[in-house]
């Protein structure tokens, strides 16, 4: 996907804020191209800048169709290792960041874990058990900057109006990102539900909206983002690919 393929979300922090762009300056994951994508804030501002895929069919997605994210995501060596979150989002609800969506990203935090939440991107992927700021699941596992992730987060909308959440992991340092091996998250999968969802299962998005609080999102935009609130905070993103489904 090239750069017209994307739309910067609205209300989100400008550039001389939160500086973003193509760059070689930063090494690639296992099997990424010649550049990637990042962020770094330049002032001490509070908020986020988010992209979604702007192609026919992707802006908003088909209703009750769900969808899949996919790429490599870094919380970059940065001026301190709290006061950002990078993400990857699903179905968010508009073009603002000030709307809601499923995320899935790694949480700003020392050390940080991968988490799966739901609510606004302009609040990005905070520290905190399950239950609190609209976090759904989080890993076992806590990492330490400067680690690449390859994830991929579906939403699956089923016919009652359930819809299912399922987050995967690929090892790169065993498989390149062209050639992911997807295996679910500890921590983020919920073995509750694999008997019943298979694996992968993170969450259901009931739609008496009882589970997560609020009814669930089964249609909408999808992309990729970053809060911050302190200076000289960076990520990195490659390899990103959405998919509606059919």
């Known amino acids: 996907m090239g750069e017209t393929n994307w739309t910067f979300m609205t209300d989100g922090l400008d550039q001389a804020s939160l500086d973003r762009g193509v760059t070689t300056g930063f090494a690639r994951p296992n099997g990424g191209g010649s550049f990637v ?115 991929r987060l579906d939403a699956i909308v089923n016919l009652n109006g359930d819809v299912l959440l399922k987050a995967y992991q690929n090892d790169l340092l065993v498989n390149a990102v ?31 909206g009882v589970n997560s609080g609020s009814q669930p999102f089964t249609s909408g935009r999808i992309g990729f983002g970053m809060y911050v609130k302190d200076v000289s905070r960076r990520s990195v993103f490659d390899h990103i690919e959405v998919i509606k489904a059919s």
Do not use: C
């Not at 001026?79 to 809601?100: H, M």
């Open 37 to 151: 994508f990042g962020f770094n804030s330049l002032v001490v501002a509070e908020g986020a800048a988010a992209l979604f895929a702007n192609q026919s069919g992707f802006a908003p997605t088909p209703a009750n169709k769900g969808g899949r994210v996919t790429g490599a995501i870094k919380r970059a060596v940065s001026g301190g290792e709290l006061g950002f979150a990078p993400f990857f989002f699903l179905l968010a609800q508009g073009t603002s960041v000030n709307d809601s969506a499923y995320m899935l990203g790694l949480s700003d935090d020392k050390p940080y874990r991968l988490v799966l939440r739901k609510g606004p991107l302009v609040q990005g992927v905070p520290a905190g058990i399950v239950g609190d700021h609209g976090v759904l699941r989080r890993s076992t596992a806590t990492f330490n900057p400067d680690t690449f992730h390859h994830l």
């Open 178 to 208: 062209t050639a992911p091996v997807w295996t679910p998250i500890p921590g983020i999968e919920d073995a509750s539900l694999i008997a019943t969802h298979g694996a992968g299962i993170s969450f259901v998005d009931d739609p008496l």
